[in-house]
């Protein structure tokens, strides 16, 4: 293949070489034979033979050269056979993998749309699209598939990688041909074409099913099984945050340590299925009576804490007040279609007034919310306040 001389230039030189070997033959055989066989009758016969001899001669060359070259013709072909057969082979291997895959396999160009000039089978069922609705942007692009701040993301980490001749792997966001969302992770690597050219090839697998996973672990590491609130961690997380606001720009930040009364006598009368229908209506019913800013979480068995930011001491007063009336207004459902009565002790403490870390925050809620069950219960008591405790019905 790399020989620079075509078959008409070998051929011809072939066809040369034997015009001149046979005009010389012919030439000089002729005066050879005159001189060293001067009688006509033995000059004839010599004649005769030197053409024969020729002839054989040339057939024998002639031979040599076809045998030579069909037997490399049958071995060529012969290798093209075997190759194309591996070939077949290889791509019916490939084709089935691909089509196996539990995503797809793609090929496509470097640019804004990740237009796509292959799409294995497995498109389908991923993404809602037959392969060829994707390929060469059909009926839509597969980047429009990507939300728009993924879509910028991905376009720079794969940048990076093409820049480190590296292998870049993403987590994104899918929008299918039905509507529904999907989580998919990409691997894959560019490759330069024989014009220069960039492509990108990889695979695209659906790990929807993780990332739910991976949700549910985070919120089972936040919340309460039980109620749904923060849980004793994340609320302290909270309170942590919410007081560096308020220090940050001098507001007031208010905490209700909640306590329920005598809880533990629906646990022994009704049982602890009971008891914990009571705690989930209750903990909506805190979650739904105080603002979108409000954190509400469950400390500990009774015990609920909220985090009311920028909240002063008079007005934390008044919601924890609005809260326990509203308690003692709705009594709770114990699952099986009975209610019971039900009130909660409050204990009031706001920054900075009565302390000014969460440690100490906490512990003067709490403190104040005995107080309020020494006072009798169903009330609200201010931390170190000991003479403003409100019992209003």
Known sequence: MNDNQTPLRRASWAALVYLIAGVAWIAFSDSVAEAWFPDPETLSVVQT????????????????VLFRQLAKDRALLSLQHSQRQALRNRERQLQVLMDNLPGMAYRCRYDPQWTMLFVSQGCASLTGYEPEELIENRVTSYASLMDDEDSERIFCEVKAALANDESFSLEYGLTCKDGSRIWVWERGRGVEEDDGTIVLEGIVLDITDRKELETELEELATRDPLTGLFNRREMSKVLEEELERARRYQRP??????????FKDVNDTYGHAAGDSVLRSVSRLLLGSVRSVDSVGRFGGEEFVIVLPEMDLDEARDTAERLRRRVVEAPQPLGDGNTVPLTISVGVAVYPEHAQNAAALCAAADKAMYLAKDRGRNCVAMAHLHDQVHNES
Do not use: E, R, S
Request: glycine share 8%; proline share 0%; net charge negative.
């Open 49 to 64: 033979w030197k053409g024969f001899f020729f002839v054989l001669t040339t057939g024998l060359v002639l031979f040599a």
């Open 253 to 262: 930040m208010a905490l209700l340590w909640i306590d329920f009364d005598h």
